[in-house]
């Protein structure tokens, strides 16, 4: 007999969509079910040269939102390794994202990929103290050699207010 589900794996729109991350389970009635894969290796309290930090959960919310809301905008890192920049973060300072290209070229990296590694720090490196919800520092690992870390990064908010803007 037949299994009810067929299994298609799909290019879809973003960078990490088409590293096969996301895959779409089709059921006999032709209802498409999203699944994810996620091999994204998450490190909370990492890289080790940055201070230790915990920022309050809500504060991560414009960053990550503004990346997840790039669509098909890029970002530039150039050649690595270890070249970092801030990919996004709150006008005041504070809660940001930082990229990572740990790669000997360039990259360009949609924003709505960064914004998928900044949810799974978020989503791995929370903590509860008291009543409170905090994210500490953490860094997410693409297998394409680049990363992205959210930290405290103080005052100095570098990155544009909207993506893809100069």
């Known amino acids: 007999m037949f299994s009810h589900w067929v299994v298609s794996v799909l290019a879809l729109s973003t960078g990490v969509m088409g590293m096969g991350r996301f ?44 990346l997840l809301s790039g669509g098909d905008k890029k970002i530039h890192v150039d050649a690595g390794p270890g070249n970092c920049k801030q ?40 903590v509860r103290k008291g009543d409170d919800e905090f994210v500490q520092k953490g860094q997410a690992f693409c297998p394409d050699g680049w990363n992205v870390i959210l930290t405290d990064i103080g005052k100095d908010c570098t990155a544009p207010t909207l993506p893809g803007s100069k």
């Open 23 to 66: 895959t779409e389970l089709i059921d006999f009635n032709g209802t498409v079910v999203p699944a994810i894969h996620d091999d994204v290796k998450v490190l909370c309290g990492a890289p080790p040269n940055i201070p230790d930090n915990s920022l309050p959960s809500d504060q991560y919310a414009y960053p990550v939102g503004l």
């Open 87 to 126: 990919a996004a973060c709150n006008a005041v300072g504070g809660a940001g994202v930082i990229i990572c290209n740990d790669e000997k070229n360039a990259i360009d990296i949609l924003y709505t990929d960064v914004g998928f590694f900044a949810q799974r720090v978020y989503q791995n490196c929370r």
